[in-house]
């Protein structure tokens, strides 16, 4: 791999330069991201990535000392990936509303543009509700999503003057993330068809029925 195939955001997520340790580092945690999206954590990851990528299983097991770990750096990439998606969105609007809106699409955009990664956080979710370890780890993610909404709807609340009081507003926005995380789950573990518009719709209800307290 040479240096011009390193992936700014892997670089920024994991505080790396293009060394060679840390190249076969990252080409791990993208093969990871693929044998994982393909079959979970079954038929032996490790074994998976090493033929994927033509190495030892014990090269793997050098850089991930187990499962779990290899798991969560994945998280960690597939997060800093949607995370920037995000950011690029948003950066592009100036009005609270639109900048909502920006993030709620990107979610949408994410899962439709990187599959394998929006996978892979589903899969991570799921663990997330038999190891501890996960569960922390999972509940500061959907924190800070919650967070940047609840942030943009104190921005809206301000610029429209609106009557609304703090526990009214950190509740709509943990019922926003909690309702974009259902959204993108249906997504990938059912067959139904339009999610993405069902979704826009039920979050414009949502934002009018917030504005309309002016």
């Not at 995380?181 to 979704?199: P, Q, Y």
């Amino acid at each position: 791999m040479s240096q011009a195939t390193v992936d700014p955001i892997y670089a920024q997520t994991f505080n790396m330069q293009p060394r060679k340790g840390d190249l076969r580092k990252f080409a791990i945690i993208q093969a990871a991201v693929h044998c994982l999206a393909e079959d979970a954590m079954e038929n032996g990851v490790f074994d998976r990535i090493g033929k994927r990528l033509r190495i030892r299983r014990t090269l793997v097991a050098y850089y991930f000392k187990s499962k779990d770990e290899l798991l969560e750096a994945a998280v960690q990439y597939v997060i800093a990936t949607a995370q920037q998606l995000t950011i690029e969105r948003v950066q592009g609007e100036t009005a609270p509303e639109a900048k909502l809106r920006a993030m709620w699409e990107a979610a949408f955009e994410w899962t439709e543009r990187y599959p394998e990664q929006a996978r892979v956080l589903v899969l991570f979710e799921y663990s997330s509700g038999s190891r501890r370890n996960h569960r922390k780890i999972n509940s500061a993610i959907r924190k800070a999503g919650a967070d940047r909404i609840i942030a943009l709807l104190r921005e809206l609340a301000r610029e429209r003057k609106l009557n609304s009081a703090e526990a009214e507003i950190e509740e709509l926005g943990r019922g926003l993330q909690a309702e974009l995380t259902g959204f993108i789950h249906e997504t990938w573990m059912t067959d139904v068809k339009g999610l993405r518009e069902i979704a826009r719709r039920s979050f414009e209800r949502r934002i009018a029925a917030f504005l309309s307290k002016a």
